[in-house]
């Protein structure tokens, strides 16, 4: 398959105190689930969403998928791996991405690029010859039960050392220099939501 959309629909959401999970908060009309769906479907054959929350897949009942190893975030990604394609993007589903974004993220020629701001990664997109380097990165993540976060990956495909939570690669990491982010707290999407985007004057 050509191009595949991967979205990370899980986690424990230790910070997100409501009874709607994040990735079904609506933006513009619209949960951030849908949203990623609408904006990548002229860029993709194939779209999945990794959760085993119950709402969201029924939701989105043929679009979900989660591999019975998944302790943790790079652990779910590389028992994906069956499901990549000739390119593939990953999106984690808390996250708003603008329309500029999605289409760089999605037309980037880089065998693999990680996509963010100055404090967290928002997607990955990367080719298959440069596949096995971000699955052995992602291990890296993992390995002696780690946490296996997304900036761990990015560290260790880059050969930094796992401990230190910066982005420092010029030409792997790309920040999206935009209003595209995610959120961590109901009290940082309200204040987006009250604020922001009245503020841009960006309802549609």
């Known amino acids: ?11 424990e959401q230790s910070r997100w105190k409501s009874t709607t999970p994040k ?7 619209e949960s951030l689930l849908s949203r990623h769906k609408r904006q990548f479907e002229y860029y993709t054959e194939s779209f999945t969403i990794l959760t085993d929350d119950s709402c969201i ?4 009942p ?3 998928y989660l591999p019975q190893e998944h302790r ?13 394609g000739r390119r593939t993007i990953i999106v984690l589903g808390d996250t708003v991405l603008s329309d500029a974004a ?5 037309t980037d020629r880089r065998p693999c690029a990680f996509w963010g701001n100055w404090s967290d990664i928002l997607a990955i997109s990367v080719y298959e010859e440069e596949a096995n ?11 002696d039960s780690g946490p296996g976060k997304l900036w761990q990956a990015y560290r260790a495909y880059c050969g930094f050392e796992l401990d230190n939570h910066q982005f420092d690669s010029v030409g792997t990491f ?5 209003w595209s982010r995610d959120f961590d707290t109901v009290e940082e999407y309200t204040y987006w939501i009250e604020h922001e985007i009245k503020r841009l004057n960006l309802w549609t």
């Open 102 to 106: 999605t289409r760089c993220i999605a």
């Open 133 to 143: 380097a971000l699955m052995l990165a992602m291990w890296s993540a993992v390995k």
């Open 1 to 11: 398959m050509e191009s595949v959309i991967l979205i990370p629909a899980g986690g």
């Open 72 to 84: 943790c975030l790079c652990e779910t990604l590389v028992n994906t791996r069956h499901l990549w």
């Open 62 to 64: 043929d679009d979900t």
């Open 23 to 29: 990735q079904l908060i609506t933006v513009y009309g």
């Open 174 to 178: 790309i920040d999206t220099m935009d």
């Open 57 to 60: 897949q029924s939701l989105f």
